[in-house]
């Protein structure tokens, strides 16, 4: 069956730190890979996508993610988070002939401190 | 601001009630698409709907249903609603194109409460 997992329910991440989360997938053939954000109260906000290419793709608010066909990866990175990148982050995949139906994984909560 | 609107913002109703969710697309997209976001379940695609008619269907209820009128706005129809209904609604919307179309952009969702 299909599936996205995002392992990490929760991080929490200095200010100023690095950020990683991490999103696995399951499908038969290569989908097309999303990174949303969702802040207390708001929709959601697509940060990046992938759909072929250079595996590493820039996004907004300065994020980046990595797809690693070999891992079934597409984990998403900041170099130094900002408070206001506190919210909680969704993988999300679609199947190239899916008419862009999106699965979400379960979704990170990230809380940053001072 | 995403161009996407959603009303209302706030719903409380009562079990067994019909409530109506509304949704008006971005300027030029086609394509409307609606999820669920619950506690239990996350978030998970319910339908979609592309220039009026139904192109796709996921973990929708048969007590759910939904259309996209001409000018392409959108309505989610939630009849004999359960406690379990309640849930943020999110309406999404694309431009209709190959891989460009699997770019959505999401309203501010309804939050619906069944009491």
């Known amino acids: 069956a299909q599936s996205v997992t995002q392992p990490d329910i929760h991080i929490t991440v200095s200010e100023g730190a690095s950020l990683e989360l991490r999103c696995n997938y399951s499908?038969?053939?290569?989908?097309?890979l999303f990174w949303y954000v969702q802040s207390p109260g708001q929709g959601l906000q697509l940060l990046l996508k992938?759909?072929?290419?250079?595996?590493l793709v820039q996004g907004i608010k300065g994020f980046e993610a990595e797809f690693k066909r070999s891992q079934s990866s597409f984990n998403l990175r900041k170099p130094s988070v900002h408070w206001s990148d506190a919210a909680e982050y969704f993988c999300?995949?679609?199947?190239?002939?899916?008419?862009?139906?999106?699965?979400f994984g379960a979704g990170t909560q990230v809380v940053v401190t001072p | 601001d995403s161009g996407v609107t959603q009303t209302p913002k706030h719903l409380i109703t009562a079990t067994g009630q019909r409530v109506t969710l509304r949704c008006s697309p971005r300027?030029?997209?086609?394509?409307v698409y609606w999820y669920q976001q619950s506690l239990d379940q996350g978030l998970q695609f319910l339908i979609q709907?592309?220039?009026?008619?139904?192109?796709a269907k996921g973990n929708i209820l048969e007590r759910f249903s939904a259309q996209q009128f001409p000018d392409l706005h959108s309505e989610l129809n939630l009849s004999s609603l359960e406690l379990g209904d309640s849930a943020l609604y999110f309406c999404?919307?694309?431009?209709?194109?190959?891989?460009?179309?699997?770019?959505?952009?999401f309203g501010p969702g309804t939050r619906l409460t069944v009491t």
């Open positions: 499908y038969g053939a290569t989908p097309y």
């Open positions: 999300a995949v679609a199947a190239s002939d899916s008419w862009g139906k999106l699965q």
């Open positions: 999404a919307s694309s431009v209709e194109s190959t891989a460009q179309s699997y770019e959505q952009y």
């Open positions: 300027s030029g997209d086609l394509s």
């Open positions: 709907y592309y220039n009026g008619e139904e192109r």
């Open positions: 992938y759909f072929s290419g250079d595996t």
